[in-house]
């Protein structure tokens, strides 16, 4: 059996932020992912956002990482070629809604972002004029990042501090031992190795992960649950030359305009409740897209939303409950040595993956 010291599993964005903190530490390091490439999934199906850190309750991980990691995001990708820019964001609020808009403000500034402008109806359509809002607040912090970019040039600083990558390699089963976590891995070549640390950064499949393991005690591991977004693109002319985003809705930030790095603009994700991991995107969800989105873009044509693409986020509370904070799972709380577990990854945690590393390398 192949001993090594340190194995993270899963290599969409935070995976791979791992990897690479951990093998620029000088710690040997293999990266099990179960597909037949990186960031297939979460990594792969968001708004590829830089947040700001502004809804995030004041004193969470979420805001703190969300914060600390947007600037080590916006450095990172100016000192290493990646595709970024901060193209700023409007948040709009519809008449009746100014006093969720204003509490928006305060838990920004909480959050320690300082930079929001709050503007009225008349100067938010000066910065877009086809936007429909009372009042609205600018958040120049918000910008855009190539997600893909950034996950090859994670991977590419882990590669050349040594880390491997192991594609098609699921991890199946395994078990605590004296000496280590042993994980044995499916896929057309089996692997068993003993791992010093692991890191489960499964994403989607973090508790599934963990259930496999012998020696995780099973009431450490947290429910799963299943919310569905999907992303409508729109054809013609762009409305917007910024992202605009409505109040945020239960379990989401609501149907918001983003626009890509290649000038294609959607609007999503919205917030489905399912029982297990499905990307299908059912055309007849536009009819509530038209709905939401004509509360601040009252010039939607009809016909003009195309179905895009859909993403899963794996939310630790179910519909109805209250929203949760990032889980980062260490042996004091579930008493194996050597195990970080990562659960409920999901927004803001591309911008966060900087700051997750940092925070998951000095754990380990």
């Avoid at 590829?48 to 004041?58: K, L, N, R, V, W």
């Avoid at 009042?135 to 491997?164: K, N, Q, R, W």
Wanted: charged content about 20%; proline content about 6%.
């Amino acid at each position: 059996m192949e001993r090594l010291d340190c194995a993270v599993i899963g290599a969409g964005v935070v995976g791979l932020a791992v990897a690479r903190a951990l093998a620029l530490a000088g710690r040997e390091v293999v990266i099990l992912e179960a597909a037949d490439a990186f960031g297939t999934e979460t990594s792969a199906r968001n708004s590829e956002i830089i947040h700001a850190g502004i809804y995030y309750p004041s004193g969470s991980m979420k805001a703190e990482l969300c914060v600390r990691g947007r600037e080590m995001l916006y450095a990172y990708c100016a000192e290493h070629g990646v595709t970024a820019k901060r193209c700023g964001k409007l948040i709009v609020a519809a008449e009746g809604q100014e006093a969720e808009l204003a509490a928006i403000h305060d838990n920004a500034r909480a959050n320690g972002v300082d930079d929001l402008v709050a503007l009225t109806g008349v100067e938010a359509r000066a910065l877009e004029p086809e936007v429909e809002a009372a009042t609205a607040l600018l958040s120049p912090s918000t910008g855009l990042v190539d997600s893909h970019g950034l996950m090859l040039s994670y991977l590419g600083d882990a590669e050349a501090a040594d880390a491997m990558l192991a594609l098609n390699a699921p991890v199946v089963g395994g078990q605590v031992t004296d000496d280590g976590i042993e994980l044995r891995t499916g896929g057309a070549e089996p692997m068993a190795l003993i791992a010093r640390t692991v890191v489960n950064s499964a994403g989607l499949w973090a508790q599934a992960v963990a259930r496999t393991i012998a020696g995780v005690p099973a009431e450490t591991i947290p429910e799963i649950h299943y919310a569905r977004g999907v992303y409508f693109t729109l054809s013609g002319t762009q409305p917007f030359s910024r992202p605009v985003y409505p109040i945020p809705e239960p379990g989401g930030l609501g149907c918001h305009y983003t626009v890509d790095l290649g000038g294609q603009g959607k609007f999503g994700p919205d917030v489905e409740w399912i029982d297990g991991i499905d990307y299908t995107v059912a055309p007849e969800r536009a009819e509530r897209f038209y709905d939401a989105v004509r509360r601040y873009w009252p010039g939607l044509p009809d016909g003009a939303l195309q179905p895009g693409y859909a993403g899963v986020r794996p939310k630790l509370f179910g519909q109805g409950g209250p929203a949760t904070d990032f889980v980062i799972q260490v042996p004091d709380a579930h008493r194996v040595r050597g195990l970080v577990n990562l659960y409920g990854i999901e927004s803001p945690g591309l911008t966060s993956s900087l700051a997750i590393a940092e925070r998951v390398a000095g754990m380990t």
